[in-house]
């Protein structure tokens, strides 16, 4: 089975730090790993942060500069890194991996998992 678990979530005050953390669990491989958030009324997660099996970031707009995605000390772990807290920062935030199982290679088969998310409040 694949298991995905956030973890660092928390209220904080605007302009605060945060570090959030995913830790995968499971025989498979990552090919992409990912942020997305999901903000209280709306019906969208939106992804913020993405990082390949390259090194290779990507960022929404609205959280470029301000957010740092990274992997972990271990395999199957990264972070998402958030400077300068706002109060729109609200919201549940997801980690999400492209994954694929030994034996079977990109072309085969890639699949998507989702943990259950870690609720982020930032007050002003």
């Known amino acids: 089975q694949v298991r995905l678990v956030e973890s660092g979530g928390g209220m904080a005050q605007a302009g ?14 990552i090919n992409i790993m990912r942020w ?3 903000a209280p009324g709306n019906r969208r997660r939106d992804l913020v942060a993405s990082i390949n099996k390259s090194g290779t970031a990507n960022y ?3 959280v470029k500069g301000r957010f740092t995605i990274y992997r972990g000390n271990t395999e199957k772990t990264w972070s998402l890194k958030i400077d300068s807290l706002k109060p729109e920062d609200t ?18 088969g890639a699949y998507e998992y989702w943990g259950k998310g870690t609720q982020v409040t930032v007050s002003s």
């Open 16 to 29: 605060e730090s945060l570090t959030l953390s995913c830790t995968g669990s499971g025989i498979f491989n």
């Open 36 to 38: 997305y958030r999901q």
């Open 60 to 62: 929404a707009d609205s």
């Open 91 to 108: 919201a549940r935030y997801y980690c999400n991996a492209e994954i694929t199982f030994p034996g079977n290679n990109y072309y085969e």
